[in-house]
């Protein structure tokens, strides 16, 4: 749903990057849960200065000082999928729901499940468990790389690179570390 980030000023407010379709609507989920654990209820939401829309300023039950606002820097934030509800149309979903399902080929071939959707900035990417294991692979998530969404079937069916499960070879050596 959503990651701290530092704290803001001294009186317990902390940055919050939001997932969510609408930033500030993460406070309507009621109680979320940190990655740790803990039960965290957003208080106060307000977009923070920038051209971010992404990026809030929030308060914590709880969080009074610095100190606690300090504390929950770079805390993961979730929610468990039955109440994030239904999807309003066919064409939309939940990254969560895709976690878990078979990733074929354009032929039907079986190559693994999706283990993860991250994005680390530069667009959503599909985390693949090979079904011969090994490491896990990234593909980007795009109509390119995947063509079809079959949700209800429980597949991902996605045209992958020929070397899409090869080892990474050696580093350049004029390539830094």
Same mark, same amino acid.
């Given at each position: 749903?959503?990651?701290?980030? !530092?704290?803001?000023?001294?009186?317990?407010?902390?940055? #919050?990057?939001?997932? &969510?379709?609408?930033?500030?609507?993460?406070?309507?989920?009621?109680?979320?849960?940190?990655?740790?654990?803990?039960?965290?209820?957003?208080?106060? *939401?307000?977009?923070?200065?920038?051209? %971010?829309? $992404?990026?809030?300023?929030?308060?914590?039950?709880?969080?009074? $000082? @610095?100190?606690?606002?300090?504390?929950?820097? @770079? #805390? %993961?934030?979730?929610?468990?999928?039955? @109440?994030?509800?239904?999807?309003?149309?066919?064409?939309?979903?939940? +990254?969560?729901? #895709?976690?878990?399902? /078979?990733? *074929?080929? +354009?032929?039907? +071939?079986? #190559?693994?499940? *999706?283990? $993860?959707?991250?994005?680390?900035?530069?667009?959503?990417?599909?985390?693949?468990?090979?079904?011969?294991?090994?490491? +896990? %692979?990234?593909?980007?998530? &795009?109509?390119?790389?995947?063509?079809?969404? /079959?949700?209800?079937?429980? @597949?991902? *069916?996605?045209?992958?690179? $020929? /070397?899409?499960?090869?080892? %990474?070879?050696? !580093?350049?050596?004029?390539?830094?570390?």
């Amino acid at each position: 749903m959503g990651e701290f980030g !530092r704290a803001h000023g001294l009186n317990g407010e902390i940055r #919050l990057k939001s997932y &969510t379709g609408d930033p500030q609507a993460i406070a309507s989920y009621g109680p979320l849960l940190g990655a740790d654990g803990r039960r965290i209820e957003l208080t106060d *939401v307000r977009q923070a200065g920038g051209a %971010a829309p $992404d990026l809030l300023v929030v308060r914590v039950k709880g969080v009074t $000082d @610095r100190t606690g606002a300090e504390s929950l820097n @770079r #805390l %993961a934030l979730y929610l468990p999928r039955e @109440r994030l509800g239904t999807v309003a149309d066919a064409d939309e979903f939940f +990254t969560a729901d #895709l976690v878990g399902l /078979d990733v *074929v080929d +354009t032929a039907g +071939t079986r #190559l693994g499940t *999706v283990a $993860d959707v991250p994005n680390y900035g530069g667009g959503d990417l599909l985390e693949i468990k090979p079904a011969l294991g090994g490491a +896990t %692979a990234l593909l980007p998530f &795009t109509k390119a790389f995947v063509p079809e969404l /079959d949700i209800a079937g429980g @597949r991902v *069916v996605i045209d992958p690179p $020929d /070397d899409l499960f090869a080892p %990474a070879g050696p !580093r350049p050596p004029e390539e830094p570390v």
